[in-house]
């Protein structure tokens, strides 16, 4: 028996970093979030969308970007094989396929790194009612993830990319801002991205904007995703 209505995009993404204020000003000078200080935290806004929130790390938590889906009947926390975490909220999806297009410096991508597909599939399928093709989650036809077969920056787990306007001039924004880049790599289905590190050591990616979640895949219900 599923427990949860489909998640159909992300309700944010959360920054968990041992220095919350480094984190924040790191991305906010990156990507142009509007950060209003909360009991815990930061929560970081492109407009009128909550894109982000930023807190203090936890004992025994990783340092990370957890994605947040939207649509549990819950707030709460999973973990899936190879311990990939990922955050479940109530409400609807601020973004996703389901959600306006991306905007600058907003999530448009969330992909799993994980060591056995099918482990992986079965786990995220049945949690939060997806279906799978060709690596591709979907909801109603329509992609919501990727998965792919190797690690990232020598880990399993979700990546988030953030859309920017100039992938080559942001990905050197992240250097001057005392970040590291991790990979330069072509995406099959974003075209150019950055894997990067925050100076806390928070992992997270860009790619270049697109009008739609997914770039030129978030219409289709699967196409192949190999990397």
Not at 23 to 31: I, Q, V, W
Not at 107 to 118: G, I, T
Not at 131 to 145: E, F, H, L, M
Not at 206 to 225: C, I, K, N
Request: net charge negative; proline share 5%.
């Amino acid at each position: 028996m599923r427990l949860n209505p489909a998640a159909r995009g992300l309700r944010r993404a959360e920054l968990i970093t041992a220095d919350p204020l480094a984190s924040m000003t790191f991305h906010e000078a990156l990507l142009g979030w509007v950060p209003m200080q909360t009991e815990t935290g930061f929560d970081c806004w492109i407009g009128n969308r909550r894109c982000a929130s930023v807190r203090g790390r936890k004992a025994g938590e990783a340092t990370e970007v957890r994605v947040v889906f939207a649509g549990g009947r819950h707030d709460g926390s999973l973990t899936g094989p190879d311990d990939a975490s990922a955050g479940m909220t109530r409400g609807r999806a601020q973004h996703g396929p389901w959600a306006p297009g991306p905007r600058l410096g907003e999530p448009c991508w969330v992909e799993l790194f994980a060591a056995e597909a099918e482990r992986a599939d079965g786990f995220w399928t049945e949690t939060l009612n997806w279906t799978v093709s060709d690596a591709v989650y979907a909801v109603g036809g329509r992609a919501v993830a990727g998965r792919t077969g190797h690690q990232v920056d020598g880990r399993w787990g979700w990546l988030c990319y953030f859309a920017v306007d100039d992938i080559d001039v942001a990905g050197n924004r992240v250097l001057e801002l005392g970040g590291t880049v991790v990979d330069w790599a072509r995406h099959p289905l974003l075209g150019d991205t950055v894997v990067f590190r925050d100076p806390v050591g928070v992992v997270s990616a860009l790619a270049g904007a697109g009008e739609r979640w997914g770039g030129q895949h978030s219409g289709e219900e699967s196409s192949p995703s190999t990397r």
